[in-house]
Nanobody, 114 residues
Framework: QVQLVESGGGLVQPGGSLRLSCAAS????????MGWYRQAPGKEREFVAFITTGTNINYADSVKGRFTISKDNAKNTVYLQMNSLKPEDTGVYYC????????WGQGTQVTVFS
């Protein structure tokens, strides 16, 4: 089973940027989608963005125009570029891959504060 490792989280002020990476442990030959969810303290995990093998992309309304998802097939990695960050973007960001079911990464913390 493929493993996913996220990186790139951190502390940033409102209006700042971060780029998250999600690296798969091995070459991925086929999948339905890869993407990101996030979970704020005391809240349920929520969808952020996904990208399919056909490069179809979808975003949550709350991040449209600010976040960009992309992938590098040669590196087996999916990225989430986050710009114009807001305090409400704070949370643990989880990467996933959907093949036969979903596999999740361990998460990376993003904190946006003044």
């Amino acid at each position: 089973q493929v493993q996913l490792v996220e990186s790139g989280g951190g502390l940033v002020q409102p209006g700042g940027s971060l780029r998250l990476s999600c690296a798969a442990s091995r070459r991925i030959f086929s999948y339905n989608s890869m993407g990101w969810y996030r979970q704020a303290p005391g809240k349920e995990r929520e969808f952020v963005a996904f990208i399919t093998t056909g490069t179809n992309i979808n975003y949550a309304d709350s991040v449209k125009g600010r976040f960009t998802i992309s992938k590098d097939n040669a590196k087996n990695t999916v990225y989430l570029q986050m710009n114009s960050l807001k305090p409400e973007d704070t949370g643990v960001y989880y990467c996933y891959i959907s093949q036969n079911g979903r596999t999740w990464g361990q998460g990376t913390q993003v904190t946006v504060f003044s």
